[in-house]
Every structure is written in C-alpha cells, then in structure tokens.
C-alpha cells in the first residue's frame, strides 16, 4: 500500500450483535428455608434455635452454620425489633419500589441473634435511629406469598414517630414481588 | 514437593433431581462424613476450596450459600473455582505444596437438575461469537467428535456400547450411582440415536450430588489416615476455545499434562493399576486411553464412572475421590484421575497418585 491507512479505508465496525439467552431454572429452596418462606406465606415470622449454641435465626436454614448442627423446629415470633442500623437510600434504580429518599435497616428481630435487612417506612429518614423499636406493616392478606415481600416494610412503633408514606410509592399491586430493597 | 495425600473421601447419592436439599443441605452431611472420616476437628482445617458453577444454579454467586454447610465462623480461609471441584483440588493441591498449612477441605457441588431444559445452558457456555449464536444441541460438539473418532476408525459403535455396558455393570456395586446394570452391547446398540454416533446411554446422565475430600501433608497424613493416597503430581493444559481450530481425535492437552504429570511424579500414567476418567460421553474413554497410553491391564473407571452419574461441577472431584479410594483400600498402589472441562474435551487435567509401598 503507498500511502498510510486511514479511518476511511477500514471496514465499518461491527458495533453490537444480538446474542440473547435465556434460561428457566427450577428454584429448590430446601427444608429450612421452605419453613421460614410458607411462614411468610401464612403472615408468620418463623424462627428456628440451635440447641448447641442458643442463637435463634430468622430467616432459618436447615442447619446452624456456626455449630453444624441441625436447628429446632420452629417458632412463631412476634416479628417486632429494634433498629441495629440503617442507611438513607437516596438514588433511584430500576426495579425499586420506592421513591428515595427511604431507609433501609438491619432489624434485630425480637427473640432472634442475627439481623434482618429490610425497608424501614412510614418515618421521616432522618427521625430514624439506631435501638428504634419498629414493627412490622404486612402486605394484604391477597397478597402475601412465599417470600419476604409479604412484609411490604417495618415501621416505627411508637406513633408519634410515624410520617406518612411518600405520596410517590408505587403501589403494591403493581410491584413485581421479592424486587430489590 | 511436599507430600500431600487424600486422607478422606464422601460423596452423596447421585440423584436424577434432588427435590428435596438446597445447596448447603446436600452438601452438609457429605461434610461431616469426610471431616469424621479424617477424624479433624474443624478448627484444625486450615484451608476450604470448592467448585461449582453459576450456570448450572441459575444464579450468581451461588457458591456462598454452601458456606453454611462449612461453618464460616470463626471465620475461615477459602477459595472457589467457578468450574468443577477437580480444580479446587488442584488449588488446594497447591496451596498445600507452597506450605500454607497442612489441612485442607476441597467440596464440589453440583446440580445438573435446576436448568429445566440443558439445551438452554449448554450454548451459553460457548463463545458468544462464533458458536453460541448456532444454538448447537447439547451434544453436538460431542457428536462431532465422536462421529470424527469413528471416520478415523480409531473406535467403532460397538466400542461405544460395550464401554457402556462395562461402566453399567460395574456402577452396581456403586451405592452413589444414579443408573446401573447389565446390559447386553447388542440391545444397546439398537436405540435410537441423541447425537449420531451418540445415543442417550452414551452421555453421562446429569444429576444433582456433592463430593467432599480431605487432604493432608506428610505426617500429618499418616495420622490422620493408615494409608493416604498420595498425590505426587497435576498438571492441566488447555486448548484453544473454539473446536473447529481443534482436531479433535486427538487430545494433545492430555498427552501434555499426563508427561508433565509423570515426570513430577516420577512414573508413567501408563504404569497405574486404575484411572477414573471424567468421561462425559462414552467415546472419551477410548480417546483418553489412548492418549493417557493406559494399557488393557489398567482398570477403567471400576466406579461406574461419569456415564453412571454426572453431576456437573463435581464430577471431576469424584474422579480424584474414586481414585484414592481405590488406594487407601490397597485395592491399587497406582491410579490416575483424569477431570476435564469445557466443549469436546477442551480442557483436561491430569492427577497421579500413590501409595505407600
């Protein structure tokens, strides 16, 4: 070639190919989770005990994963907690159900030992503290299913602190169920 | 080299779906069988390592919740492969060898049963340029090879289902397997092909079950086991991704990995008394003799082998475990396992173990 090659003289690239994929999968969700998701499905918290070192979870697996050990049946808890901490979401994102500003916490669930992460509503973010106690708002009765989302959010359970819902939430009736915190 | 060896093996029953356990529950009592076999309390495992692959669970980062099956806490030291387990042996192998501790637990999973329709993952796993966009079956590339084998007369169909046969009637006295029995080469060969040459009892059936081994150095070893399977080398090569840049009668990869393999340990792979080869189809296993040079006094796959079960990422790992079973047992002094990974036997490693004379 006599002379140097220039953007022109290179074929057009090739920007994107289509290369879509798509694949059903058969969700096994286990003994130990089974038990806690048909709670959710009855508007029950179920939480299990280890009997080798007394921690009670919820959500429970099958077995304690400090200890190995296989976990007690299981008990009803009132679902009621205490915030252990929180953060204000501020960004939007698809799939949220929310309009931010929202909270977000880690609940310590009362009778439980490990923390539950959910949406803290129905309070100003910025009245929110950490050892606030909290209750749970369930989703109506149509609508609960094997999943966390039948708690639709936790809030504060002393009244005085209770502010509205934002105006902006999209209803419940039309949010895919288990979406994004 | 630092001695390292299998001190202890488990796996659980291969099912067709297992309907029943989640990720941490298949794997849990498979765990404490191989920690009780070893006789070590979970304190003293120094390193975790495991296989599996998101593709096959439907979700990403589908590994950590076999965690719970281990026990992170106090917290552990751990590393995953995201392919079959065979690797993370390999790992472990390694950090063991660089004196990073003297205890290791290597788990694979694997779960074949998930994906409703194999057809739908097996071409995600491809290249998203040139073979993906094909949609190939499942068994196409496998089809290709197989029928290539057979055009170069280095197999014929009846090797194929006496293979078959041989694998059958052995898995009988596997409790873990997913299918056995006797059958005759004739009547296998009169169904219906998947993949021509291939019909359906020349893939190994997927399904869902977990493997744990427990390696161990030097004396530490001998403690722990009265005869540890010593595994005195590995080595794996792969080769170029896309097949059609393959000739693919011959597997240079494992000619490679099993000379770099024997010169580590200082004997031939033609010289082991049993090989378990990861064969995913039945024409791998004359193709992997053949380049492994395993003579007709080596026993083949006397588990059963991938073709009485395959359960995916740990398929490769139960290759190891089987293999150092027959060891421990006295059954074998020498024995090789073979795993493999990626379309056509793309990629394949070598594993040799010993015992002590």
Same mark, same amino acid.
């Given at each position: 070639m ?7 003289? &290179? ?23 089974s ?6 499905? !009855?508007? *029950? ?14 959500? $429970? ?29 501020? /960004? ?12 977000v916490?880690?609940?310590n669930?009362d009778?439980?030992?490990?923390? +539950? ?8 973010p910025?009245?929110?503290? =950490? ?13 609960? !299913? ?22 902006e ?8 169920g288990?979406?994004?915190? | ?13 291969? +099912? ?10 298949? &794997? ?24 599996? @692959? ?11 919740e ?5 026990? $992170? ?10 392919m079959?387990?065979?690797?993370? =042996? ?14 290791? /637990? =290597? ?13 739908? =993952? ?14 190939? @079956? ?11 084998? /057979?055009?170069?007369?280095a ?12 694998? %059958? ?11 056995s ?7 296998? %060969? ?7 040459? &291939?019909?359906? #009892? ?19 070893? *001998?403690? %722990? ?8 080398a590995?080595? @794996? ?8 840049s393959?000739d693919?009668?011959? &597997?240079?990869?494992v ?22 080869? #990861?064969?995913?189809?039945? #024409? ?6 053949? $380049? ?8 083949l ?29 006295g !059954? ?8 493999t990974?990626?379309?056509? /036997? ?8 010993e015992?002590?004379?």
């Amino acid at each position: 070639m006599s002379r140097a090659l220039v953007a022109a003289d &290179l074929p057009e690239p090739v920007a994107t190919i289509a290369a879509p994929f798509r694949v059903d999968y058969t969700y096994v969700a286990g003994v130990g989770r089974s038990t806690y998701l048909r709670g959710m499905a !009855e508007g *029950r918290f179920l939480a299990r005990e280890c009997p080798g070192c007394g921690q009670v979870y919820f959500p $429970a697996p099958e077995q304690c994963a400090r200890c190995l050990t296989g976990l007690l049946p299981p008990s009803e808890i009132p679902g009621t907690g205490t915030v252990s901490t929180f953060c204000i979401v501020n /960004l939007p994102f698809p799939g949220q159900l929310f309009t931010p500003p929202y909270v977000v916490g880690h609940l310590n669930l009362d009778g439980t030992g490990n923390r +539950l992460m959910h949406r803290i509503m129905e309070v100003e973010p910025a009245d929110v503290t =950490v050892g606030m106690a909290v209750e749970p708002v369930w989703a109506p009765r149509a609508e609960w !299913e094997p999943s966390l989302a039948s708690v639709r959010y936790f809030r504060p359970t002393d009244p005085a602190l209770r502010a509205p819902l934002p105006a902006e939430v999209v209803p419940a009736e039309a949010a895919p169920g288990g979406a994004d915190a | 080299m630092r001695e390292v060896g299998v001190v202890a093996f488990a796996q659980s029953d291969c +099912l067709a779906a297992n309907r029943r356990d989640d990720m941490a529950d298949i &794997l849990a009592p498979v765990i404490a069988a191989a920690v009780a076999e070893a006789g070590v309390d979970r304190g003293e495992i120094d390193f975790h390592c495991s296989g599996s @692959h998101d593709f096959h669970e439907g979700r990403t980062f589908a590994y950590i919740e076999s965690l719970d099956a281990v026990g $992170a806490w106090p917290p552990i030291s751990e590393s995953h492969v995201e392919m079959d387990a065979a690797w993370a =042996v390999n790992e472990a192998w390694s950090w063991l060898q660089l004196g990073e501790g003297d205890i290791a /637990l =290597v788990y694979g999973i694997g779960r074949g049963s998930l994906a409703r329709d194999a057809d739908q =993952v097996s071409h995600t796993m491809l290249d998203p340029y040139y073979l993906s966009p094909l949609r190939p @079956h499942r068994h196409a590339l496998a089809g290709l090879q197989a029928q290539a084998l /057979l055009a170069a007369g280095a197999i014929g169909e009846a090797d194929l289902a006496a293979t078959v046969a041989r694998s %059958l009637a052995d898995a009988e006295a596997n409790p873990h397997a997913q299918r056995s029995g006797r059958y005759d080469v004739f009547d296998l %060969l009169t169904a219906p092909y998947v993949a021509s040459p &291939l019909r359906e #009892h020349d893939v190994a059936p997927l399904g869902d079950a977990a493997a744990v081994l427990v390696l161990a150095t030097g004396d530490r070893a *001998r403690e %722990l086991a009265e005869r540890p399977a010593w595994i005195r080398a590995m080595d @794996h090569r792969m080769d170029t991704h896309y097949p059609g840049s393959r000739d693919l009668t011959r &597997l240079e990869t494992v000619e490679l990995a099993a000379g770099r393999a024997s010169a580590m340990a200082g004997f031939a792979a033609s010289e082991v008394d049993v090989a378990e080869l #990861h064969t995913e189809y039945s #024409h791998a296993e004359p193709l992997l003799a053949d $380049a492994l040079g395993l003579g007709r006094d080596v026993v083949l796959n006397p588990s059963g082998g991938p073709l009485a079960g395959n359960p995916t990422t740990a398929t490769g790992l139960i290759r190891i475990g089987e293999a150092a079973a027959r060891i421990r047992s006295g !059954e074998a002094d020498r024995a090789l396992a073979h795993a493999t990974s990626g379309p056509a /036997l793309q990629h394949n490693m070598v594993s040799l173990l010993e015992g002590d004379g």
